[in-house]
């Protein structure tokens, strides 16, 4: 392959890409929020007491080949769901196993259909492991009653496999799975991470799963594009005992309580993305043209999609529910009545997709000076709420007998951090 020097295509171009121009696209995946780590290359000084417990139960695990041979020949993506192609970063290009740094990207990549476990990089999350792996797992799982991340050796073991998918490669490709979702709700680039290798395109975070470092990620949506590939790959990381699916290691051991918590969610997110087909009246917010299309409803009744992302209530005045769609640009519903509110039971389904009926109206905030889009909710049977979700029910369980401890609960309810990315 040759060298490529930080060639783009232009986000939203219709030029179709050239097979020399389509070499391997940049990434740099978030897919966890915010990520540190040490600088890729730079050896400790002395051996750490968790580099010494880590490294024994790496050299154990089973080997899971950077590219196997059974990777899939993967066709061209249309022109509009290509981000371009960018190097990666010469000094570090890989924080972790689903965290890569590239060059001349305008933001920061989640990649799409993974979750590795995270790296350790406290120097309290080390003290804490060195007493041992059933305190440290016990100790992490206490802080929610909801599936927690914390620092994993297997976290490790995913950052050297991306290590090693990675090394040599000069430049990656980036693509999208849908064009209504290019960015996600902390303006992170939506992506699959590409590198070509024999003639094949080759997909890191299908081949991640393979590997076993984590398993088919649904949290936020089924993969349109590369579904079946991300089942079979995870079904072949399953039979293998590879990664997380290897008995007694160390990762989390709740997977099955995190699988059918993601794919709840990816059921709801699915079902409505089918009902919305044709009926623009029906809004996801993580929908690129979502406010777009909500300021074309002005005066008139849609039905949005979104996860509630905060409550809050100031002085005497209505209480405000925002629905995600962009940090800083998320969507309110208007509770005057206070009643209406707690019968909706939307304070307690924080963090989870729910559905609102109502007419989008133009607010004047005088503080701010500008024009606002909102949804006043006057009825609790204007709310709808997935049913099948496992956690949103222990979750909606957990607010009630909160609420009747202290009626004061939920007067500013924001979403549990667990297993965010």
């Not at 999350?125 to 599936?147: D, I, T």
């Not at 051991?253 to 623009?280: C, N, Q, S, V």
């Not at 777009?292 to 949005?304: F, I, N, S, T």
């Amino acid at each position: 392959m040759k060298p490529v020097a930080n060639r783009r295509v232009p986000l939203g171009s219709t030029q179709p890409p050239t097979v020399g121009a389509l070499c391997v696209v940049a990434l740099l995946l978030i897919a966890c929020g915010h990520k540190t780590s040490p600088a890729s290359g730079a050896a400790a000084a002395e051996p750490s007491p968790l580099a010494a417990t880590v490294a024994p139960v790496l050299a154990a695990a089973p080997a899971t080949a950077a590219t196997p041979v059974t990777a899939p020949v993967l066709a061209a993506a249309p022109a509009t769901l290509l981000i371009g192609e960018f190097p990666l970063d010469a000094k570090s290009p890989v924080i972790d196993g689903d965290t890569i740094r590239v060059v001349g990207l305008d933001a920061t990549l989640r990649l799409l259909g993974i979750d590795t476990e995270e790296t350790f990089k406290k120097p309290e999350e080390r003290a804490l492991f060195a007493r041992g792996w059933p305190q440290y797992l016990k100790h992490n799982k206490a802080q929610s009653p909801a599936p927690m991340k914390f620092a994993t050796p297997l976290g490790t073991e995913a950052t050297q496999f991306a290590e090693k998918f990675f090394a040599g490669v000069k430049v990656v490709r980036l693509e999208r799975d849908h064009i209504q979702e290019l960015r996600g709700r902390y303006g992170r680039h939506l992506a699959y991470v590409l590198v070509e290798r024999d003639g094949r395109w080759v997909n890191y975070n299908v081949e991640c799963v393979r590997a076993g470092m984590s398993p088919y990620f649904v949290k936020y949506s089924y993969s349109r594009r590369f579904h079946d590939e991300f089942v079979a790959a995870e079904a072949e990381a399953r039979r293998a005992g590879r990664g997380v699916w290897k008995e007694g290691a160390m990762h989390y051991d709740d997977y099955p309580r995190r699988l059918a918590w993601w794919h709840a969610r990816a059921k709801t997110i699915a079902a409505f993305e089918k009902e919305a087909a044709g009926r623009p009246e029906l809004i996801s917010l993580s929908w690129n043209d979502a406010l777009d299309r909500l300021a074309q409803h002005v005066g008139k009744e849609v039905e949005v999609f979104g996860s509630v992302s905060d409550v809050s209530q100031r002085g005497r005045g209505p209480t405000r529910v925002t629905l995600a769609h962009r940090r800083g640009a998320d969507f309110p519903l208007i509770f005057f009545d206070a009643a209406v509110l707690r019968a909706s039971k939307l304070e307690g389904c924080a963090g989870e997709h729910v559905r609102v009926r109502g007419v989008v109206t133009r607010y004047h905030n005088k503080r701010a000076n500008t024009d606002e889009l909102q949804l006043v909710v006057k009825a609790a049977g204007q709310v709808s709420r997935p049913v099948g979700n496992p956690e949103l029910d222990a979750q909606l369980v957990r607010f009630e007998q909160k609420s009747t401890a202290t009626p004061a609960a939920g007067a500013a309810n924001k979403a549990e951090p667990a297993a965010t990315k």
